[in-house]
Structure formats: C-alpha cells, structure tokens
C-alpha cells in the first residue's frame, strides 16, 4: 500500500483525493492546503489526516507519494522539497514557471532518481484516446485546436502563468502527440485581440497561434478567455481522405461543461497508470511543452501582434 498526501484542495485537488481512494494499491493518508477551513473539511470528508505545517508532514517517512495539485506559482517550492527527500511525486503542470530552471529540475529528478508524472492527462481522455487510435499511423497534414473559457477570472490566469502556460500547455502537448513532431517554427496573434484587464496584468485574454512543425504538419490554435456557449473545446485533425473531430466522441451532455468534468475520468487513468508502472512517465513531454510555452509567449513580442 502506498501511503499518500495530497498538496493544494481546490477543485483538482479533491478530484486527486477520490482517485487515491479508488486505486487499490494506494491509500490517502494526508491532505494539505493553506486554506484551513479546506484543509479540515477534505480531512474529514476523506478520514485522512491533515497539518496547518507542511514540514511535519515530511516527517513521516511512511508517506510514498505525493500528488502536487496546488497554486502553480508553488509547484517549484514543493518538488524540490520532496525531489531532496526522494519521494514518489505526481505534480501537475507545469513543474516551474521559469523555464530556465527546468534543465536543472530534470537533472536532479535524474540524479535522486525519483519516480515523477507531469499531469498531462487529457492524453487519457476518451474523446482523444479514441481520436488517437482512429489516426493510427496516418499523417496530420492539418490540426486546429480551439480552447474558449466561460467566465475565466484573470487573477487566477495570471497566477497560473498566463493564457498559455495556463490553457495552452496541455493543447500544445496534444498537437505534439497527434502530429508525432515538435514546431520548428511560430506565430502568434495575441495583444491586438485581447482585453484591456489582461493586458494591464501582462497577460492576453485571447490569443490565434500557427506553428508549422518539423515534420511539415501545420496546427492552428484559438483560445479564449471567454464563450457564451461554455466551456468549448475542440480537436480536428486534417489528412489525406480523412477528418477527424472531437466532437463526435464527447458526450453530448458535456461539451460545454467545465473542463475538469469533461476530463474528470482522464485524471484517474493518468495516476493510476503512474502508479502501476515502475517508471517516471510523462516528465520529458511536459518539459518539451513547457519550452513551447516560453517560445510562444516570445513570438508574441516579436511578432508584436
């Protein structure tokens, strides 16, 4: 049995809390938040134990696994707290917002040789594991992806690192999947086109992104920090003699839902195939988006759009 904590209880932190409850091998043993009130109610809504001191946490040295679910602004602070003490870490993305740190995160990952997942878990959603396996071994001569949010507060944008750490990440993760490339080159259209309140906190509320990758694939992105449908997501992808759309495989009930419902059983699919393999998975690929991140945020400023 592998004793567990869970770090940060807002909405994907609980999700994480029901998910150990259902994975046989694990067992949640602690729960963490700042927020006391949050901290005491998961406590007792999970029967697990909890700590107003992360520190005395650490100091039981029966707890495995860590699942790092908090504010990302904090992600660095835990992972090398827990990478020293040679834990087991789910973390979700991204592992730091300085992507000048990564290099070094990686090579003391390597050098502990600690067992780690980045949470890219859309990978694991239905609609896209079924859009995977239609796509086999074919080409993606063309991708657009469109992401648009209902009611996104830009506090919270900002303190996640931004519409394309924030949003971005896991879709430049899924157009690196489906087209088996990295982009060699990117534009981007984002200031022009976005609103006054994001701007004003150097952030973008909107953004039209083209990358063209190494293996000759293009990819369109539209995001938004605001849809009055909901919570609109959407995957096609453009081949010789075939379309492939993700509307088609998402429930119907759900197109417009928040995202973590949308996704929610991707979330126990990712942990519970980090937990039953020997191995760190998925680490290499949130590093490699992460740098996508960095070069679009910079081809914003070059290409000053």
Known sequence: M????????????????????????????????????????????????????FNSILKDKSIKLFIIASPTTTHEYYLTKLINLKKMIYCEKPISLDSNKLN?????????????????????SYPYLKMKKILKNRKVKIAQI???SFKANVNQSV????????????????????VNSMPKNIKTIAKSISRKEF??????????????????SVVEF?????SRLGHEERIKLFGNNFVIDSNKYFRK??????????HKDSYLKCLKDFIYKDKTILLSEGIQTQRICSSVLKSTQKNNF
Request: hydrophobic share 35%; net charge positive.
């Open 2 to 53: 592998i004793k567990s904590c869970v770090i940060g209880l807002s909405k994907i932190g609980q999700i994480h809390c029901s998910n150990l409850k259902k994975i046989k091998k694990t067992k949640l043993s602690y729960v963490f938040d700042v927020d006391p009130d949050l901290r005491k109610k998961i406590s007792k809504k999970y029967n697990c134990l909890s700590s107003s001191n």
């Open 253 to 262: 009930n759900i197109l417009y839902e928040n995202f973590d419902i949308k």
């Open 159 to 178: 303190r996640n690192g931004g519409l394309f750490m924030d949003k971005g990440f896991h879709f430049f993760d899924l157009a690196n999947w489906f």
């Open 199 to 216: 701007l004003d906190k150097k952030d973008f509320s909107d953004a039209i992104i083209n990358m063209k990758f190494n293996n000759g």
């Open 222 to 226: 539209i995001f938004s920090r605001s």
């Open 104 to 124: 070094l995160l990686k090579k003391k990952i390597a050098v502990n040789k600690i067992k780690i997942c980045i949470g890219l878990n859309r990978r694991y």
């Open 146 to 148: 469109i992401s648009r």
